[in-house]
């Protein structure tokens, strides 16, 4: 039935899928065999551009007719229930743009980032594999489900289908993961703004700028979204402008300079604060600026390496595939996999792909391009962030990404620590680097975002503006990580808190009262101290922070893309589809022997770098005998480092007993549905009504 | 307007503005205001219609206000 109404799909004749299928191998073969010599960064775009539109013709369209069997004539949730408000036939290209929106954020920027250290290669590969196998997969399939169900949350579709326990597991998982991300991204702004009075200075700025917005917005020109985000930026584009003065300013800067110390402490006061205030004075407009900026900058950066075609100065494979690099720590399997998470698989589109969109989805047949489709853009801008990285110069990549504790604090001190590594760069470069970015130093700047700056700065100021602009373009880019990243912790905030009201409410009826100032302001304080807590740990970590929060972040994130794919499974054995079930089976198998190696290794590995045990009890040995490690200067702060691992492992085995148990409610209910007579899945609508009397 | 060379109809810049605008709207949570003006007219013509800015302000509440699936992105 579905298959006729699809043919339609493909305007193009098969001549041009030849040629697509040519030019995608040919540059493939050009990313991944030249050596000894850059490679221009148009080859690593082109590959990714043909592999999308393959996979999104031909994988896709198999997923979407044959495994799910998407039916185009069933009436959709946003027919059956159209309000006109939340269930609204929606433009496949308008949902398009919102579903790409919410799913993007600051997570596909970093973590190939972080990859390139082992060189652009291995990570690309990734990007693209993961996505078409995996990512996308999961984000069709999630919403395709969703859809049938009235657009219902993963957490319920995981009640109804899996039972009630399975259900509370799922949420408590998912409550935990977001507190971990939380206090991984206001890290990554933590690192970008330390001693930054440049970049402190125009992300407070965002702070008045969003509530006169939000003023406007709401009082002045009701609604008028264009207008007060036109408002916004401008004033934004005169912070940066004015950012460079009172970095020069004796007077001004010491007011916008602080240690990460300092900065996370107003970090939690800031997250505290701002997810109590009325959301029209700040997040909302705050969401808006963010939202265009995020979009106009993807663009504006797929433009600028299509005009300046940069030559990529990393090799395509480094030494440190063989774990011992200092960005991340670990062997290429699983860490690499661990450490780019979102541009290829996140499970935290499964949360998208069941909230608003399929509640406005016109028709089944345009599923396969918001689903599949946003995904692919996602990875594009993967493939991106990891050009950015890329054409920076390899020493300054390590001179930015590694901790103080192994480069010291001076030019001289890095370029030598560098030097050792094989990568040639000059005390002068690193100083020339900082100055042409309007920094002071740009060493030991981890966290994904400074070096991503970097390297967009130099792609677009040699579109735009010249060396004289680079310092500009740095700090437009740190602020437009910033903004969205203060965006998620603020609204990440809210839901963490109704999170935890909705759990804790289970016992104490009382504490579900959100109209209550007691129970939210506590609730609130819950969940601040919890990402928080994590956020000050990162911060004085011995080996950076980074080091050990994102890849705790990756394994809880893929945790959550292995509970969504054992759903999406249980979904496919329930319809009678298990025929086509390898879709999901492949990459949920994946990413459990992903994230289960991942973990064991984070617990039980003998480096200290790698293993959470393994480094608190270096530290506990050393405190023992009376010794100080560094970072720590007190007896107090090394306990507090053996404390803080041995929270993480803890937190590491709490995740993988969530996806073990998960796991195993998802056997389950495959071998039950396997052995029933008929379909027993439970969707809704009209469009099957024959399913129903199976499913009772 | 019809392309003079290949005949096929593109469609002109008000139409494009009005789909960047709606696109850009709903991207941050605010629905097409003429689409909910025309359903209740449709569906329900003896009830209420908020007005523009109603609208807006419930658009705003209902994607942050409350519950646990307020606006979250990551990645």
């Known amino acids: 039935m579905s298959a006729e109404v699809v043919r339609d799909r493909s305007p193009l004749g098969w001549p041009v899928w030849v040629g697509v299928a040519a030019l995608g191998a040919v540059s493939l073969a050009v990313v991944a065999l030249k050596r000894g010599e850059t490679i221009n960064a148009l080859w690593l775009v082109t590959a990714a551009v043909a592999v999308h539109l393959i996979a999104f013709r031909f994988y896709a369209t198999f997923v979407a007719d044959r495994v799910l069997g998407v039916d185009p004539a069933r009436v959709t949730p946003a027919h059956r229930h159209n309000d006109g408000l939340d269930y609204v036939p929606t433009d496949k290209w308008v949902l398009f743009g919102h579903h790409f929106a919410a799913i993007a954020g600051a997570g596909p920027l970093v973590g190939p980032v972080l990859a390139a250290q082992m060189g652009y290669l291995p990570g690309t590969l990734w990007l693209l594999a993961g996505v078409v196998f995996a990512g996308a997969v999961q984000d069709f399939v999630v919403l395709f489900a969703s859809t049938r169900r009235d657009g219902r949350s993963l957490g319920d579709m995981i009640k109804t289908e899996l039972g009630p326990i399975p259900g509370v597991v799922a949420s408590f998982g998912i409550l935990m993961i977001m507190i971990i991300l939380l206090a991984v991204l206001a890290l990554i702004v933590v690192k970008a703004l330390a001693g930054s009075p440049w970049g402190t200075f125009t992300v407070f700025a965002t702070i008045p700028i969003a509530i006169l917005m939000g003023i406007w917005g709401r009082f002045v020109r009701p609604g008028r979204i264009g207008e007060m985000s036109a408002i916004g930026i401008v004033l934004l584009v005169a912070s940066i402008v004015f950012g460079r003065d009172v970095a020069h300013s004796p007077m001004l800067a010491p007011l916008f300079t602080y240690k990460g110390e300092a900065l996370a402490l107003i970090l939690i006061g800031y997250g505290f604060v701002a997810s109590v205030l009325p959301v029209w004075l700040l997040l909302a407009p705050r969401d808006y600026l963010s939202t265009f900026l995020k979009i106009g900058t993807i663009v504006g950066l797929a433009l600028g390496i299509v005009w300046v075609r940069p030559e990529l100065q990393m090799p395509a494979i480094t030494r440190f595939v063989d774990g011992t690099g200092p960005v991340f720590s670990g062997n290429l399997f699983p860490f690499l996999f661990i450490t780019i998470a979102c541009g290829a698989i996140s499970g935290f589109h499964s949360l998208i792909s069941s909230g608003t969109t399929p509640k406005m989805v016109e028709n089944e047949g345009q599923l396969r391009l918001i689903g599949y489709g946003a995904m692919l853009m996602e990875s594009f801008v993967g493939v991106m962030a990891m050009v950015a990285a890329s054409v920076l110069d390899p020493g300054v990549y390590f001179a930015m990404n590694t901790a103080p504790a192994i480069l010291g604090t001076t030019v001289q001190s890095a370029a030598a620590a560098i030097a050792n590594w094989g990568f040639v760069v000059s005390p002068d470069m690193l100083a020339d680097m900082a100055r042409q970015v309007g920094e002071t130093t740009i060493l030991s700047r981890a966290g994904g975002a400074p070096t991503l700056a970097v390297g967009m700065a130099q792609i677009l100021s040699s579109a735009i503006g010249g060396q004289a602009m680079m310092a500009f373009w740095y700090h437009f880019a740190i602020l437009f990580e910033a903004l969205f990243i203060l965006t998620t912790v603020d609204a990440g905030t809210r839901v963490a808190r109704f999170m935890i009201q909705d759990l804790v409410g289970t016992a104490f009826p009382a504490f579900k009262q959100t109209k209550s100032w007691g129970a939210n302001l506590v609730a609130t304080a819950v969940a601040v101290a919890a990402w928080g807590w994590f956020l000050y740990q990162g911060v004085v970590d011995p080996l950076g922070g980074i080091n050990t929060l994102w890849p705790l972040f990756g394994i809880a994130n893929q945790m959550l893309a292995a509970i969504a794919l054992a759903f999406c499974t249980v979904v496919l054995f329930k319809m009678k589809r298990q025929r086509h079930a390898w879709v999901t089976i492949v990459p949920l198998v994946w990413l459990v022997v992903c994230t289960l190696t991942a973990g064991w290794q984070k617990l039980f590995d003998e480096r200290p770098a790698v293993g959470f045990l393994a480094q608190a009890d270096r530290f506990a040995r050393a405190a023992a005998e009376g010794k100080l490690l560094a970072p720590a200067k007190s007896a107090e702060q090394m306990a507090q480092v053996v404390l803080n691992n041995r929270i993480d492992a803890g937190l590491t085995a709490l995740f993988m007993v969530v996806v073990i148990a998960m796991l195993g409610f998802g056997l389950r209910a495959i071998v039950k549905a396997a052995a029933a007579d008929g379909i027993t899945t439970k969707e809704v609508g009209d469009g099957v009504p024959d399913l129903r009397s199976h499913a009772a | ?75």
């Open chain 2, 1 to 75: 307007m019809a392309c003079r060379i290949c005949g096929l109809t593109l469609p002109d810049g008000g139409e494009i503005g009005r789909f960047v605008g709606r696109t850009a709207r709903l991207m941050v949570g605010v629905p097409d205001y003429d689409t909910y003006v025309a359903h209740r007219r449709d569906r329900h013509p003896e009830e209420p219609v908020m007005d523009r800015a109603a609208f807006f302000r419930d658009a705003q509440d209902r994607r942050y206000g409350g519950g646990t699936k307020g606006v979250f992105r990551c990645c």
